[in-house]
Structure formats: structure tokens, C-alpha cells
Nanobody
Framework: QVQLVESGGGLVQPGGSLRLSCAVSGSFSIYAMGWYRQAPGKQRDLVATITLRNITNYADSVKGRFTISRDNAKNSVYLQMKRLKPEDTAVYYC??????????????????WGQGTLVTVSS
């Protein structure tokens, strides 16, 4: 049922670090992977992405502090978060793009979503 399983969230003090993990349970052809986050009362924002070629992109708010990586053999994606700030508090959702072509669009990609893991940065 759950195709993406997330772990690693929790409570951490400002300046601390956490490592989030996300694994795809099935045998799929996974392309880009990444993380979104959503704070209470705010929209869901893209945090980081990583392609099959290990090309990465980060939101400006996390550049220099967060590092995204992937293990293709495990169909997993990770987010190493350092120097955490209270404004990083949010539910973090991982995603993975799967190729699901149709006759009218052979390059159609669909996102698979994790259930979310809560990261709380507070003293």
C-alpha cells in the first residue's frame, strides 16, 4: 500500500542536525527524487531534488545546510540537514518520479509520495 517509507524525523535543538531517509518499496523505474516540506498554515514548498545523474537543486533557504543524496540500488533518497533553524520546522515529504507512459504521452512522469515525517526544531 505505502510505496514510499520515510524515517528520521524528530525533535532537535537549533543548530543541530537530522538525517531523513525515504525508500521506495516496490520495483519501479525511478527517475528524479526529492523532498518537499510544509509548515503549519503554509504551502508545501520544494526543498531539494536529485536526478539519476546526481544533479541536485536546493531551495535558497536550505543551500549550504542541507544535502540530498540517493542510493539507486536501494531506491532510496536521503536528506542530511545541518545547522537546523526553527523555521525548518515542518512535515517533510519525500517524492519519487515514476515513468508511466500512455499512448498519447510516452514521457509522462507521475510523482509517488511518502506519508511525511515531522521535523521540529526548538529549544
Amino acid at each position: 500500500q505505502v510505496q514510499l517509507v520515510e524515517s528520521g524525523g524528530g525533535l532537535v535543538q537549533p543548530g543541530g542536525s537530522l538525517r531523513l531517509s525515504c525508500a521506495v518499496s516496490g520495483s519501479f523505474s525511478i527517475y528524479a527524487m526529492g523532498w518537499y516540506r510544509q509548515a503549519p498554515g503554509k504551502q508545501r514548498d520544494l526543498v531539494a531534488t536529485i536526478t539519476l545523474r546526481n544533479i541536485t537543486n536546493y531551495a535558497d533557504s536550505v543551500k549550504g545546510r542541507f544535502t540530498i543524496s540517493r542510493d539507486n540500488a536501494k531506491n532510496s533518497v536521503y536528506l542530511q540537514m545541518k545547522r537546523l533553524k526553527p523555521e525548518d520546522t515542518a512535515v517533510y515529504y519525500c517524492f519519487a518520479e515514476r515513468l508511466e507512459p500512455v499512448e498519447t504521452d510516452k514521457d509522462r512522469f507521475l510523482k509517488l509520495w511518502g506519508q511525511g515525517t515531522l521535523v521540529t526544531v526548538s529549544s
